[in-house]
């Protein structure tokens, strides 16, 4: 039984982890140190009614006032994960078929379907054109 005050703060972690945007890169930085904060106070929350040290969890910002999100990510992932194993291993795992990753599957397919729509629009295109020049080619020297 996890101590009071974990499953709270285990779920608020899913949610923020959930809505935190996929990085465009690895090395792809983040201002927002309000929702930053709101994890580091997270943490710290957990480290206490656990009875553990997180530290390894928080996450380093820059003199630019700025975070890595790919960093901010895996620990938050990383700190769910240890959670999840010593409280909740009965339970579904978290992100195992939930609307973030069905969203994340959705998106991916339809950027694949944009691709394949481009490319037969594009093909259609250089096949009408062909018709178009064989065409008049045809018509020029039937009525030549």
């Not at 929702?35 to 928080?58: E, P, Q, R, W």
């Not at 959705?106 to 250089?126: A, D, H, P, R, Y």
Request: proline residues 6%; glycine residues 4%; without cysteine.
């Amino acid at each position: 039984m996890p101590p009071a005050g974990v499953r709270p703060n285990y779920k608020k972690l899913i949610g923020i982890l959930s809505q935190t945007p996929l990085p465009k890169s690895e090395f792809e930085m983040s201002d927002n140190l309000e929702t930053l904060g709101f994890y580091h106070a997270t943490v710290k929350d957990l480290a206490k009614i656990m009875g553990m040290n997180h530290s390894s969890y928080y996450v380093k910002v820059e003199e630019s006032r700025q975070f890595r999100i790919t960093e901010f990510r895996q620990k938050m992932n990383a700190l769910i994960m240890f959670i999840y194993g010593l409280y909740f291993p009965n339970e579904q795992e978290p992100f195992s078929g939930s609307p973030s990753s069905v969203m994340q599957q959705v998106q991916s397919q339809e950027q694949t379907q944009s691709i394949t729509i481009k490319t037969v629009i594009t093909i259609s295109l250089v096949i009408s054109l062909t018709i178009s020049v064989v065409s008049n080619f045809i018509f020029k020297f039937i009525f030549k």
